[in-house]
């Protein structure tokens, strides 16, 4: 049993640190410290804010326990952002999923099924089979601001309902997803995120949710990341209408190829670097408007291309079947094709 030690008050209430003696009964004032008291004012506000989110979203966030054919059972978490049960949620948590189970903070269960998800956004759409106690608002992320108060309610290592509180520490970070696409705008925040965590919700101090908890560091204290939560609802809506996220897709496979400075300027370009074509999908559509085998690819449209992440930016929304120019340095001059992207391949 751990020892506990006592600090004992032995002065005398009568002896004065200036040496002179008072009575014991003496009514001079207390002189109370407003520092001590703005501080204490500051905790309580702090409290009352956390408190507020929790009570208003906590109903609406649930643990997802998985069945699955690929290892052992796993979990996560989810928020319902429907009054009808849907839930967003990681695509890491349900992707490989045979059977879902909700569980709710009143503790009533119920089945779900996979909307959809998404790999490049790591984001996923559940719906559940009963009813739902209650849903929660979405915010804008775009409003966020560095500092500001951040509340996560998940099922981390399998504890229900736990809150932890932070502040976002950076904004517009970059990750890369698991099919290789850049993840752009990521939310980087303190606040305590652990597995199981994933899929559950950030949430500003008015209660409404401005990111998804996706990923943290392994070893790393305070670093954790979150989807904002206006990729989610492109993303969401997608999904919901068909079951599928479509971006556009040239069919070319690429690597980052400098090419100086001195050609970049004789060329008129603003990037001394470019994506060289080192292969082509025959289903794609680079190779049929004629692009070859060492072309690099400095510009779509009206958007420059130094490297391949910004190929995939340019795409990201790119319209199925809309016409693109895909300018390309080819034997030290500039090229024009126009490109149809089709539907990335699943």
């Known amino acids: 049993m751990p020892s506990l030690a006592f600090v004992l008050d032995h002065s005398d209430p009568s002896d004065s640190s200036d040496g002179s003696v008072r009575p014991a009964n003496d009514q001079t004032p207390t002189v109370v410290d407003d520092s001590i008291v703005d501080e204490k004012d500051a905790l309580d506000a702090y ?3 956390v408190v507020r989110v929790v009570e208003r979203v906590g109903p609406a966030v649930v643990s997802i326990a998985r069945a699955s054919r690929r290892g052992p059972p796993g979990s996560g978490s989810g928020v319902v952002f429907a009054p009808d049960g849907y839930v967003l949620t990681n695509a890491h948590v349900v992707e490989a999923a045979v059977e879902l189970e909700l569980r709710f903070t009143d503790g009533t269960t119920s089945g779900a099924s996979v909307v959809g998800f998404d790999h490049a956004t790591d984001l996923a759409v559940v719906r559940t089979a009963g009813g739902v106690p209650s849903h929660a608002d979405f915010g804008s992320s775009s409003r966020l601001r560095v500092g500001q108060l951040v509340v996560a309610i998940g099922t981390p290592l399998g504890f229900s309902s736990t809150v932890s509180a932070g502040v976002v520490s950076a ?8 099919d290789g696409r850049p993840m752009e705008g990521i939310i980087q925040s303190d606040v305590a995120l652990n597995p199981g965590n994933s899929g559950g919700p950030l949430v500003d101090s008015t209660g409404r949710v401005v990111g998804i908890n996706t990923a943290i560091i392994l070893g790393a204290q305070g670093i954790s990341f979150s989807v904002p939560v206006d990729t989610a609802k492109w993303v969401l809506g997608e999904l919901m209408t068909s079951g599928r996220v479509r971006r556009g897709w040239l069919g070319i496979a690429g690597q980052n190829r ?20 080192s292969g082509f999908d025959e289903r794609g559509p680079a190779m049929r408007a004629g692009m070859r085998l060492g072309d690099i690819v400095v510009g779509l449209d009206d958007a420059t291309i130094a490297s391949v992440d910004d190929i995939h930016r340019a795409l990201q929304k790119w319209p199925i079947l809309a016409p693109v120019r895909v300018r390309s340095v080819r034997d030290g001059k500039l090229v024009d094709f126009e490109v149809m992207p089709a539907e990335a391949p699943g």
């Open 47 to 49: 409290s009352r804010a």
């Open 258 to 277: 400098p090419f100086g400075r001195e050609l970049a300027r004789r060329l008129g370009l603003r990037q001394a670097s470019g994506v060289e074509v």
């Open 171 to 178: 904004l517009g970070r970059t990750m890369r997803a698991r």
